[in-house]
């Protein structure tokens, strides 16, 4: 194996790992709402449905888009409107009317996203779908063989990319510290729908 090719691969993974995304939002948000325990299935269900994806990057999925350049439209919009259903839930438990000792109804409140939501949601994450499709292209000089290129893949984006995202949901568990009131977490619900909806912008215009 090519260890400067490996090198190269480890530090694109950490970069495109930790930097901010729906997938690290979503992992903030809901661990800063509903605390770090309730936010690991989330968390395991961002990987599952990513190294999922990372497989099927490295047998053609790739080839796949380039074939059929409207399937890029369908993950944009597909991305954007799930994302708009995550700003309706945390915009709804904002502006929801505030229950016994100023807290919202629970009928009223959001909550963490579901494992396998999480899982499937990569499907039609953008910057999932680049972050895959560009390691399967640029590191396909690891292996001989794509079953060998998905294991390795596979193996350092556990390694590497997995504990980046514990630190958004470690960094969301240390914000719910400083959220001591119902009004608190409003407030935090409508910042996090309006993050949320720029990024949706962001991933339409993109």
Do not use: H
Not at 48 to 59: D, H, M, P, W
Not at 148 to 153: G, I, K, S
């Amino acid at each position: 194996m090519d260890m400067a090719l490996y090198t190269g691969l480890v530090s694109f993974v950490i970069v495109m790992s930790v930097t901010p995304g729906p997938n690290n939002l979503m992992l903030m948000s809901s661990s800063a709402l509903f605390g770090v325990r309730a936010t690991l299935p989330t968390w395991l269900g961002v990987n599952l449905g990513f190294n999922i994806l990372l497989v099927a990057a490295v047998f053609g999925l790739g080839e796949l888009v380039a074939r059929f350049p409207w399937a890029m439209l369908v993950v944009k919009f597909g991305g954007a409107s799930w994302l708009l259903w995550m700003v309706w839930l945390f915009a709804r438990a904002g502006l929801s009317t505030a229950g016994a000792g100023g807290k919202p109804a629970a009928s009223e409140r959001s909550r963490p996203i579901r494992f396998y939501e999480a899982a499937l949601f990569q499907w039609v994450n953008p910057k999932a779908l680049l972050m895959t499709l560009s390691a399967a292209g640029a590191y396909i000089a690891l292996a001989d063989t794509p079953g060998e290129r998905a294991v390795l893949m596979v193996g350092t984006f556990i390694v590497f990319g997995s504990p980046c995202g514990l630190l958004w949901v470690f960094a969301g568990g240390a914000l719910k510290r400083f959220m001591a009131d119902g009004r608190s977490a409003r407030i935090l619900n409508l910042v996090i729908a309006a993050i949320l909806l720029v990024t949706t912008v962001m991933i339409v215009l993109g």
